[in-house]
């Protein structure tokens, strides 16, 4: 390419060809990966293949234990204070 050569732009058509194909790759992976991973949500059924499904159970059990060891510690607290006063 000789310097200061513009290159052609790229046909609306191949342009409007690509936007889709990448809109349809993206929903694939939200829909496929994403949401199992994340919120247990699986309408195509990937999540189940792949194993992404367990991934939010395993999430959901963190977020619980870290719940409870908060209102245990809470509880630790109030009774310490109690025997202060």
Do not use: C
């Not at 409007?16 to 919120?39: C, K, Q, R, Y």
């Not at 194993?51 to 977020?63: F, K, Q, S």
């Amino acid at each position: 390419m000789e310097e200061g050569h513009i290159s052609k732009s790229i046909p609306p058509g191949r342009l409007l060809a690509l936007t889709a194909g990448g809109l349809v790759v993206a929903t694939v992976a939200v829909f496929g990966a994403i949401l199992p991973a994340e919120f247990n949500m699986d309408p195509l059924g990937i999540g189940k293949a792949t194993g992404n499904d367990r991934m939010a159970a395993e999430g959901a059990a963190e977020r619980v234990e870290g719940k409870v060891q908060k209102g245990v510690g809470n509880v630790k607290d109030a009774a310490r204070d109690a025997l202060k006063h």
